[in-house]
């Protein structure tokens, strides 16, 4: 479940969030180590990376802001320009290239008229080719919103983008589009699990990045 | 030294220390290896590629990096096989696949790394026909460095030496594969006191200098050594010049000093050699009051008249000197012989009222050298931002705190550049220092693990004034405590490129040539070759400045010297050079002070004359000519000679280089230092020890508190000021940081002014108007402001001030 903010221009972080990347930092031995789930943290707050966001991340951990961003461009999954409400990732790594992603994807800019590495003039869908997704075994595969749908079609890929386009979801859900969209899986992805894969930052989700501090989403 | 293990380079034997990098051995023994990325005082990478040489492996042969390769026992290395020639060709190839093939409008061809050694080891041809990737070129990434990411091959030394060596990494790569740049964050600029490092090091034209680009071509350049005059560390430099006008300076490799470092105010600040504000001319106050153009015979005799009737009537002590401290100790000692042996006066000062005391600075015992640095367990650091005033030594010290494990003790009153490195960082108001060096030598509370961090020997305490509020007894003080410490030695801080070769020179009231103090044997042995000398004793900068002012001193000569905006309390200066009866100046410019004297005498100075200077640690060094004075300029030496020939004293003096044989003749301490040493076999110099073994001396040195509704002022230095050298020096003028009143938000919020406001900081000798700048390193109640900013007036020595919205 994504929440997309819209970018705020505020100067810079409230003292919660402050307070929140503190409690981060903490965590590991050198500060600077805690870059990356800050810059998800920051990521989070306006939607997407601003000059802002990573000049407070470069405060937060004491390095220069051409450090942070140094690391946040490396990184694809940082985004630095607003996207769409729904962003769709087509996979063109290897595997899911030998399986036809390059058309899942010409199907996908056909459909929506976006190109990849852009976004709809509403704001509401972005496009992206990315490396590998991790989900070889189910190529070719797409996330919406880093939700995975695996086994992907030319023709499921239109669907799913007339489904965004007419549906409108509020959330994304991963198992609910593979349900609808999705063909062959890789192995069953278990249960519905917020901050593992379902998160946009699944991996820090024990540090609270995705649903308040450290702890809170136990139980 | 660990034992040397043996290494086959190209079917040869050779010596080196275990764990060196194979690069390095070989380079050593004569065999280069090419690279890019490899810097001898950086760590290596391994990034570009091109060392790649074949070494021997149980397995079979196996290509590596050489500057990633530590040597082992035994090693059989190829430099040269069929197989790595082919691999350099290859990566020559694949560098250049981006590389664009603008080298006949680019500086750096002629003196270009790649362009050298794609011919040396290059395929000669590329395969490539696709399109090279394209950037705006070239863009500014400061004010003085601009960036051709088009050119740029991606090796990470210019990254490497800001986040490495000066610590301020505002560069780095940025994207990915094919996009990678190097960048600055968009509205951060590479404002660092050291870019122009990243310049010298770069290995192809991508990063350029604005004060050289277009300038010259490198085969038309004339060169010569020489050392830096703009800090006391005696930084070894490269003088490039065409067509007889400075062009160009590039730090040497000098061990002992500054390693082939620099910071941009020694790399830039050499425009003002040839501004056009430099004195062609002397001048001579006519009958309205007007400086006017003389000839050399009319202002000499003006001068030696004017000298003259004053010693007639008032004998040679209502004469004094101030300055030397900028020039070669040649023209400091013809300045002291001048002045003692022509005058009569021990009136004479090299500092301007803003150092320490001359036996502390020059004679101290146990006086750390700066190689001491590298071999020390702890630091401490009490008086100057270094970064700010000794940009050598705090790369130097920066260095030995991250990369040799050396503790650092940083004490200051407010943040400084080393704070990131210190192990503990005692930050506190203006006046209290006298109460921090008694908890400090207790030990105890929060001063405890600083105690502990100073426990570990050998301690290393650089000491100086961390601004002009502050007694100078603290730092004697401070020196005096750092003599308990294990192995301790201290290194105490001065002002000015020559400050200890001026004070070798005699050029302190106490003081005569070779560190002799006067009623001693040497003073004695100087007496006979420069005759009777003055018996009584003589003021310094601040007592010169009294008796100019209440009439005790009538004349005053100036050598280099500009009381005016040079002494924290220049509104002194201002009226002691207005009351003098006689003011003589040997200057470059018409500044403050010398716009207020009577005779100007043009001198010729940096990169013009040819001498010796003496740096921070007693190491005598070479300075050398490049390019000729400007119009009837003469040399310091030459200008006092003549003008003591008119006043009927023959001063004996030649030439400079016959000074220098006089100075190794009469101080005993520079016995053997002369310039064929220094120019050939000794070109890193010779360190003159004799010191004077002055002990420091403990008092207690009272805590001062500003009075009821002031404000401690904490008065310190910038790298770069409104000193005359910066002024005249356009490319570096603007970096000025400008006037602004520092304080604490407690403060800020109290007075109800927020970044930026202007408030009024009144002291009793003056008061500017200043922009506020909202700065948490500054103790609640203190006010930080720079020294000698464009357009602001002195506020003095003083340590209250009030300040006012």
């Not at chain 2, 200066?573 to 716009?595: E, P």
């Amino acid at each position: 479940m994504v929440e997309i903010r819209s970018p705020s221009v505020r100067r810079g972080w409230s003292e919660s969030v402050r307070a929140r990347a503190s409690e981060i930092v903490k965590q590991y031995p050198d500060p600077r180590s805690a870059v990356m789930p800050l810059l998800y943290l920051a990521m989070a707050e306006e939607g997407y990376l601003t000059d802002n966001g990573m000049r407070e991340v470069a405060g937060a951990v004491g390095l220069t802001p051409a450090q942070v961003r140094a690391v946040a461009s490396f990184y694809t999954m940082y985004k630095r320009e607003n996207p769409g409400r729904y962003l769709i990732s087509c996979c063109t790594s290897i595997s899911c290239m030998l399986l036809g992603s390059d058309e899942v994807l010409g199907a996908i800019e056909d459909e929506s008229d976006v190109a990849a590495g852009e976004t709809d003039p509403e704001g509401l869908i972005s496009v992206e080719h990315v490396e590998c997704i991790g989900a070889c075994g189910g190529a070719p595969a797409v996330t919406v919103n880093y939700e995975l749908i695996e086994g992907m079609t030319t023709e499921k890929a239109r669907e799913l983008v007339r489904w965004l386009r007419a549906a409108r979801p509020e959330a994304i859900v991963g198992a609910e589009c593979q349900e609808l969209f999705g063909g062959r899986r890789s192995f069953d992805w278990g249960p519905f699990d917020r901050d593992s894969a379902l998160g946009p930052y699944p991996a820090f989700g024990p540090l609270g990045t995705v649903s308040g501090p450290a702890g809170e989403q136990d139980g | 030294m660990a034992e040397p293990v043996t290494v086959t380079i190209n079917r040869r034997a050779v010596s080196a220390q275990p764990g060196e990098m194979l690069i390095k051995t070989a380079q050593d023994n004569g065999v280069y290896i090419p690279r890019f990325c490899w810097h001898p005082r950086m760590n290596p990478v391994g990034m570009c590629r091109m060392c790649l040489v074949e070494i021997e492996t149980p397995r079979g042969p196996l290509m590596v990096t050489s500057c990633t390769t530590p040597v082992s026992d035994g090693m059989t290395v190829d430099t040269t096989n069929p197989t790595v020639k082919k691999a350099q060709e290859g990566v020559l190839e694949f560098l250049l696949i981006n590389h664009p093939l603008d080298c006949p409008v680019c500086d750096r061809a002629g003196e270009c790394p790649l362009q050298d050694q794609t011919m040396a080891y290059g395929p000669g041809e590329s395969r490539f026909v696709e399109e090279k990737r394209h950037f705006e070129k070239p863009i500014p990434i400061s004010e003085l460095v601009m960036l051709d990411r088009e050119r740029c091959i991606l090796c990470a030394r210019c990254t490497r030496f800001s986040e490495e060596i000066s610590g301020d990494p505002l560069i780095e790569f940025q994207e990915r594969g094919n996009y990678t740049e190097v960048n600055t964050f968009p509205d951060e600029p590479f404002r660092s006191y050291f870019s122009g490092n990243t310049v010298q090091i770069c290995p192809v034209g991508a990063l350029t200098a604005t004060p050289y680009r277009f300038r010259a071509r490198p085969w038309d350049l004339t060169f010569v050594e020489s050392t830096c005059q703009h800090c006391s560390s005696g930084d070894r430099i490269n003088l490039q010049s065409s067509q007889n006008r400075l062009l160009r300076i590039l730090g040497v490799d000098s061990e002992p000093t500054n390693q082939g470092w620099l910071s941009d105010k020694c790399r830039f600040g050499f425009e003002y050699v040839a501004s056009p504000a430099r004195l062609t001319s002397p001048l001579v106050r006519d009958s309205e009051g007007e400086l006017r153009e003389a000839s050399w015979g009319e202002a000499l005799d003006y001068a030696a008249r004017a000298l003259g009737e004053v010693i007639s009537s008032s004998g040679g002590r209502a004469v004094a000197g101030l300055g030397g401290a900028r020039g070669t100790n040649e023209d400091a000692y013809a300045f002291s012989k001048f002045l003692r042996a022509a005058v009569g006066t021990n009136s004479v000062d090299c500092q301007m009222d803003d150092g320490l005391d001359p036996r502390l600075l020059s004679g101290v015992v146990d006086r750390a050298r700066i190689a001491d640095l590298e071999s020390a367990g702890s630091i401490l650091v009490w008086g100057p931002d270094l970064k700010e005033e000794h940009p050598t030594l705090y790369l130097r010290v920066r260095r030995a705190a991250q990369e040799l494990g050396a503790g650092l003790v940083v004490v200051h009153p407010r943040a400084t550049g080393l704070d990131d490195r210190a192990s503990v960082k005692v930050t506190y108001r203006p006046g209290q220092g006298g109460q921090v060096l008694s908890e400090l030598m207790d030990g105890a509370g929060r001063m405890a693990e600083a105690r502990e961090v100073l426990s570990k020997g050998p301690v290393v305490a650089l000491l100086g004034r961390p601004g002009y509020g502050e007694s100078p007894d603290l730092a004697e003080a401070t020196a005096a405590f750092v003599r308990s410490l294990p192995d301790a030695r201290v290194m105490p801080l001065a002002r000015r490129g020559n400050v200890f070769g001026a004070l070798d020179m005699g050029l302190s009231p106490a003081l005569l040539p070779g560190r002799a103090q006067r009623g001693t044997l040497a003073a004695q042995m100087l007496a006979d070759r420069w005759g009777e000398l003055p018996a009584s004793s003589g003021r310094d900068c601040r007592g010169i400045l009294e008796g100019l002012e209440s009439g005790g001193i009538e004349a005053l000569v100036l050598m280099g010297a500009d009381p005016v905006r040079d002494v924290p309390d220049g509104e002194l200066a201002r009226r002691a050079l207005g009351n003098a009866g006689v003011v003589v100046a040997i200057d470059q410019f018409l500044t403050d002070s010398s716009r207020m004297a009577d005779v100007v005498f043009p001198a010729m100075g940096f990169s013009e004359v040819e001498g010796t200077v003496t740096n921070i640690e007693g190491r005598v060094l070479k300075v050398n000519r490049l390019t000729p004075g400007p119009g009837q300029s003469r040399p310091d030496w030459a200008i006092l000679s003549d003008l003591a020939g008119r006043m009927g004293v023959d001063l004996g003096l030649v030439s400079a280089q016959q000074i220098s044989g006089e100075i190794e003749e009469l101080a005993d301490i520079y016995r053997g230092v002369n310039w064929e040493r220094l120019d050939w076999e000794d070109r890193d110099g010779i360190v003159v020890s004799g010191d004077l073994g002055y002990v420091p001396v403990f008092s207690h040195v009272a805590s001062v508190d500003p009075r009821p509704g002031e404000m401690a002022l904490h008065y310190a230095r910038t790298m770069y000021d409104d000193g005359v050298m910066m002024r005249e020096s356009p490319s570096l003028s603007p970096l000025a940081p400008g006037c602004a009143a520092h304080l604490h938000p407690s403060d800020a919020a109290r007075l109800g002014v927020g970044e930026g406001d202007p408030v009024d900081v009144k002291s009793a000798s003056g008061s500017l108007r200043a922009g506020v700048v909202i700065d948490p390193s500054v103790e609640p109640g203190v006010v930080y402001v720079p020294f000698n900013q464009p357009d602001t007036p002195s506020l003095g020595s003083v340590l209250g001030v009030v300040v006012e919205s």
